[in-house]
């Protein structure tokens, strides 16, 4: 649960659609801003370098990628939120693709509303605009505002190269960029129906070894967008018991529906309907 807002912490935000290029102008306009600490996709990064967070771009799937900027999962929320109160006071910039989601995020790590908010037709002309969104959708590449050195550890996609911005700086990575290419792209967005999910639940259990039948599967919302999935099967004896057949359905089906969606699972619930001798 939040504790209130972090004191002594001012914010602001940079803002634009994805593929624009605020993460390679990231720390050009957070010394613009007077700015100590950048959020960009889940990462918090000092001076160039990772000093909290983990990298939306080292989930394997855009659902979970988009949870992670957002700082939906609590374990990470908790981390970001418990380091920011201990460095406090100090002044963060967050780079956003709107407003709305600068907001979000700031509100989500116990942050104050930004006092100032830049856009990135503020600071780039519509032809760098143009190229940067080239390079995004043409050949599917990211910029990271973080040495690459700093950056293999906290990312899964391909590392492409690297840039650099000369200005005096004490510290060597705080220029340095690094380009990635993610095992995904951020096109669109993402809606995945409640069917989709029973049908993968049924799917998997179907094809665990000793079930029979999956007679029933439902997908129901749980608490703080998590997802809760009972089944009903008919169940073969075998080398397992009945309680280790569920055992093993459930531990199948939360892992394939964590990696394949991102989503959190609360809880599968399986019930043995029926057993087959």
Known sequence: ???????????????????????????????????????????????????????????RNQISAIRRALFEFDDHRREVVSYFRSVAPCSVMVIATSDNMALKILKKLDLPAPQQIVHIEDVATPEEIVKARRE????????????????????????????????KSKDKHEGEKTIVRPPFSFYGEVHIETEAIEQLASFIAGRTAQVVKVNEVKAVPGEEETLVIDLKLTVALGERNLVGVAALVKERIAASIRYFTGLDVKSVNVVIAEVVV
């Open 1 to 59: 649960m939040a504790d209130g807002l972090i004191e002594g912490i001012t914010t602001s935000a940079f803002v634009g659609s994805a593929g624009t290029g605020k993460s390679q102008r990231a720390q050009l306009i957070a010394s613009f801003v007077n700015a100590d600490f950048i959020i960009d996709d889940g990462l918090v990064i000092h001076k160039g370098s990772i000093v909290c967070g983990k990298s939306a771009k080292s989930e």
């Open 136 to 167: 995004r959708f043409g050949k599917g590449q990211h910029v990271i505002p973080v040495s690459h050195v700093l950056v293999r550890k906290n990312f899964a996609g391909k590392l492409v190269g690297q840039l650099r911005v000369f200005w």
